[in-house]
């Protein structure tokens, strides 16, 4: 058996320090959870074999994020752009047939908040870190040019110097800046940059409409349910196409093909920097309950009071390792609570 040295126990402790950085980095550049996670794991364990050639350890973590860009550049180039239902077509209504699940490849799909925690990190830092997770800034991120996205996400997420990402890009300092201010312009342009960013609630507005939500869709009480929903409110279901707009088409919805989800358990968890929760429905003739949807609720704080803005459903059954990636379980008893929350 081989003792590992002192050094290579260092290394490793500042190596896992730097993963929830890492992740949110990979996340941003390639807009799925499950891509991320493994695009770290792959940075990682190619920055373990190379351990040899980092002379300094000050210089780890440009290092590391030489390393990862590389990993995440190789995927960008490799396929489509990840986008969202309201960026592909325009919203059905509640009569509209639901149609065949797309490919998993098609979305950009949730990450769950406790993969990204860094320890490091201050309130106002964590604070930036949740819009920069949003949905919508995500997709926005998947229409720039790889190289863009890696100077738009070092410069204005991580808050990175020109100098730095020049250095870890191989080019000018004028080139890192042309390139942000393109990677801006093409942002602006799709409205995707402030548009999407209503004033969030106060993180209390936030817990109690999350909890009446929570407790209306329990006992699915619709009505109580669209009371909260603003009325530009978006509800979409990925990877199905089929998404609506406004509380009506929603409620209807719900109602209607929505139905099935009607005495689900749920947990509560986090997720893009938003509240959310998982829903277990019944499963047939077992007398348990199956994963069914991670459901990401976004919020406003309108002139009336804190309301939903955005209920975007990840149906489970069409994306295998979901709940496993939240580190929820596989199903739940006849004996687990109605309601509760994650301790992942």
């Known amino acids: ?111 769950a908040d406790g993969q990204l925690v860094d320890p490091d990190a201050g309130p106002a830092d964590r604070a930036s870190d949740r819009e920069a997770l949003r949905l919508a800034f995500v997709a926005a991120l998947q229409h720039l040019p790889a190289r863009q996205r890696v100077v738009l996400v070092l410069r204005e997420v991580l808050h990175w110097s020109a100098k730095e990402v020049a250095e870890l890009l191989e080019t000018s300092v004028a080139s890192v800046n ?20 209503p004033t969030r609630p106060s993180d209390e507005d936030e817990r109690r409409l999350l909890e009446q939500y929570l407790e209306a869709f329990a006992e699915y009480d619709i009505d109580r349910i669209v009371a909260l929903l603003r009325y530009d409110v978006v509800f979409d279901m990925p990877p199905l196409a089929l998404w609506l707009r406004g509380p009506e088409d929603v409620g209807r919805f719900m109602l209607g093909p929505g139905g099935a989800c009607r005495g ?10 938003c509240p959310a929760f998982a829903s277990y429905k019944p499963a047939a003739d077992s007398g348990a309950w199956e994963p069914w949807s991670l459901t990401i609720l976004e919020m406003a704080a309108d002139s009336d009071g804190p309301v939903v803005t955005g209920v975007h459903n990840f149906l489970q059954p069409f994306l295998p390792g979901l709940f496993d990636s939240f580190g929820l379980p596989e199903r739940l008893d006849a004996g687990a609570p109605a309601l509760r929350t994650s301790r992942a």
């Open 1 to 111: 058996m081989v003792t590992p040295t002192a050094r290579e126990i260092t290394l490793e402790d500042d190596l896992e320090r730097l993963r929830p950085a890492l992740v949110g980095y990979c996340y941003r550049m390639l807009g799925s959870g499950f891509e991320a996670e493994d695009a770290t794991q792959e940075a990682l364990t190619r920055a373990w074999r190379r351990s040899d050639t980092l002379v300094e350890r000050a210089a780890l973590k440009p290092w590391l994020f030489r390393i990862a860009t590389n990993v995440c550049l190789d995927q960008v180039e490799s396929r489509d752009r990840r986008a969202r239902p309201i960026d592909l077509a325009d919203p059905g209504t509640a009569d509209t047939p639901v149609g065949e699940a797309l490919p998993e490849t098609t979305w950009v799909l949730p990450i």
């Open 178 to 197: 042309s390139a942000l201010q393109r990677a801006r312009a093409t942002l602006d342009e799709l409205a995707l940059r402030d548009a999407d960013a």
């Open 264 to 273: 689900s358990k749920l947990i509560a968890v986090t997720a893009n920097g």
